[in-house]
């Protein structure tokens, strides 16, 4: 019957449609023929059912929700009342509840602390439906045995199994970050660089724990979170295998042991929606290249459908390319990605040791590939340029870039030396210093008795470069906070400083007209958060910003020239990473025909031209071209704010 009507569908589409197969655009159409046709109708009762399709029809009914298992404390509004508690975690006498943070396929998840050790955790109380008999409780003490031997950075540690009255929990580390499903819908895709890192670290987590013979079943953005300083942990090590052994055991031993495929559609590779049992290590690299996908375009490789269509489409279709998403995907990237979603395990990485080594060139920071990876305002990715030609040396390409090599290997040496070095200058500097005074018959000033200052690294800020402090201009006390902020909450403190609170791109004008060539000074502490400090500066008819600790990936520079950011124009500076609270001095010194910005008293790069090819970033934008300070989603204090007058 092959041969049919060009007025009814073919077999195939009726095959299609019958297995749930068939493209929606057409899928409408055969179904609004087969309601008025009685002989497609007796067609459709002679198609077989398909193995396949009926143990995915299976392992739908047990998926996951696909729920963020907890979120960030700092996106909780309100503690949980009280009486929303379980007494028996009230009244637990080692830990004392603090909030409820999130719930997810497996159980809710609490905030807590130990009450002895004063130790934040996370206390994860499993579903009652899969510890609802003995076998099933002994399972998750094996399981959660097996969780608490991995110790590896990129894993969220597992402390302890508890139980308080009929509740069983898990009792984790804490982590007061965000979940990549989270970050995503903030920040919309990534930047390749971002999550190309991100993967990467899950990967370095999942290679520990292939390592030991633990695979995790159940990868996804909500099961990756990523810390204030920028560290991704897996969630859930266990749990998933634990689940997926003992989901419905009680209530249909003879089908779940063959059918329960617990994961979540969007993420779940072929083989784990045909028997989890046999899910190696190849489907948590599946996951992951479906989790890369994500970062990448936003949306998971198949978006629509319900969680029955959505697993069926992981085992027979291809998700659109990235690169028809994208146009700033390296194709090697693309190809990490396609590979590791391939249908057959056989075609994937092997490891999670072999996809680390393939995406260090996209996902470090010093990675030549990474830098040839511009971004927009947006987080999208750019189109790699050529670059403007902003220096004014008439030096060859090849030397610059001999000598920048040269000058990044030198500063790396001295950074990881730099506390000998302090020691032997010391040392050098008082045999000298007495040699001096000998020789002009004067003793030396004596030493401190303990030798504090041989060797040991300074909690001050080096001396200002004024000549004298009365050359200098407070511009904190001429701050109005009711006309000079732009965005975010910020205050005075009654000993004279400037302090904001966490805000994307806050910023405030600081109200003086500066004159051609001026410095511009700031002293601030990082309280809280992990993100730039920026001071907006005016140059001739060109405004800009000298941002610090920038993207997430420790830069410093100035933005923009020429349309261009700091992870592209030559002012980049790399591993310029600010510890919370410590004590920091920025400035520019901005001159006529360039700018220089300055970082703990050292000159740290240099924008040569007028300023008249300099703008600020969209988040950093100003009503007016004048000064300004900026904190991107960081507690700061700045403690002295102050201009020094060069020249008209």
């Not at 590979?339 to 393939?358: C, G, H, I, S, Y």
Request: charged share 25%; proline share 6%; glycine share 6%.
């Amino acid at each position: 019957m092959n041969q049919r009507s060009s007025t009814h569908p073919t077999k195939e589409e009726l095959e299609s449609f019958f297995h749930g197969t068939l493209e929606e655009t057409r899928r409408q159409l055969v179904e609004d023929h087969i309601s008025k046709c009685d002989q497609c109708c007796d067609e459709l009762r002679t198609i077989p059912h398909d193995g396949l399709i009926e143990r995915i029809h299976a392992a739908t009914s047990s998926i996951d929700d696909g729920q963020t298992p907890w979120a960030s404390a700092s996106t909780i509004a309100e503690s949980e009342p009280a009486d929303s508690i379980p007494a028996a975690l009230l009244d637990h006498p080692r830990y004392r509840i603090i909030r409820r943070l999130g719930q997810g396929g497996m159980g809710v998840v609490y905030q807590a602390e130990h009450r002895l050790m004063e130790r934040p955790v996370a206390l994860k109380v499993i579903n009652p439906r899969l510890v609802s008999n003995e076998l099933a409780v002994e399972r998750f003490h094996q399981e959660v045995k097996a969780a608490a031997k991995l110790s590896h950075r990129n894993i969220v540690a597992a402390y302890d199994a508890e139980q308080a009255g009929d509740l069983h929990f898990l009792v984790m580390e804490f982590i007061d970050g965000i979940s990549l499903d989270q970050l995503v819908a903030r920040r919309q895709p990534l930047p390749v660089l971002h999550a190309c890192n991100y993967v990467l670290q899950a990967a370095q987590g999942l290679q520990h724990a292939h390592a030991r013979g633990t695979v995790h079943r159940d990868i996804k953005p909500h099961n990756l979170m990523r810390t204030d300083r920028g560290t991704v942990k897996i969630l859930d090590f266990g749990l998933a295998r634990f689940a997926t052994q003992t989901d419905h055991a009680a209530d249909d031993p003879g089908l779940t042991a063959d059918f329960t495929a617990l994961g979540t559609p969007d993420y779940m590779a072929p083989e784990q929606a045909r028997d989890s049992k046999r899910a190696d290590i190849r489907a948590d690299l599946y996951s992951l290249g479906c989790t890369l996908y994500f970062l990448l375009a936003g949306h998971a490789p198949f978006p629509n459908g319900t969680a029955f269509e959505k697993v069926l489409a992981h085992c027979e279709r291809q998700p659109t390319s990235l690169g028809e998403l994208r146009d700033d995907v390296p194709s090697d990237v693309i190809a990490i990605a396609e590979r590791l979603m391939a249908k057959n395990p056989d075609d994937r990485f092997q490891t999670p040791a072999e996809l680390v080594e393939a995406l260090k060139p996209f996902g470090r920071p010093d990675s030549v590939a990474a830098h040839d990876q511009p971004t927009s305002d947006s987080g999208k990715t750019l189109v790699a340029m050529p670059m403007p030609q902003l220096q004014v040396s008439t030096e060859s390409t090849a030397t610059r870039t001999r000598t920048k090599v040269s000058n990044q290997a030198t500063s790396t040496w001295v950074r990881r030396n730099r506390w000998p070095l302090f020691a032997v200058s010391g040392v050098l500097g008082v045999a000298l210093g007495w040699y001096v005074l000998a020789d002009r018959g004067e003793q030396p000033p004596a030493l401190p008795e303990d030798n504090s200052l041989v060797g040991q690294p300074s909690e001050t800020i080096p001396p200002a470069t004024s000549t004298s402090d009365a050359e200098w201009i407070d511009l904190i006390a001429r701050i109005d906070l009711s006309a000079d902020v732009v965005a975010g909450n910020w205050t005075v403190t009654p000993t004279g400083e400037l302090r904001v609170d966490h805000t994307p791109s806050a910023r405030v004008m600081l109200p003086f007209t500066p004159p051609r060539e001026y410095d511009f000074e700031v002293e601030f502490t990082r309280v809280e958060g992990d993100q730039s400090i920026a001071l907006h500066f005016v140059d001739g008819d060109g405004i800009a910003s000298f941002d610090i600790d920038g993207w997430g990936e420790n830069l410093a520079g100035i933005q923009t020239i020429d349309q261009i950011d700091i992870r592209r124009n030559p002012t980049r500076i790399d591993n310029i990473q600010l510890i919370n609270g410590r004590r920091y001095r920025a400035a520019v010194h901005v001159r006529r025909d360039h700018v220089d910005a300055l970082f703990d008293g050292e000159k740290r790069t240099t924008y040569h031209g007028d300023g008249s090819d300099l703008s600020l970033l969209p988040l950093w934008s100003l009503p007016e071209n004048t000064l300004g300070l900026g904190a991107y989603d960081s507690d700061t204090i700045f403690h002295s704010v102050r201009i020094r007058p060069i020249s008209n």
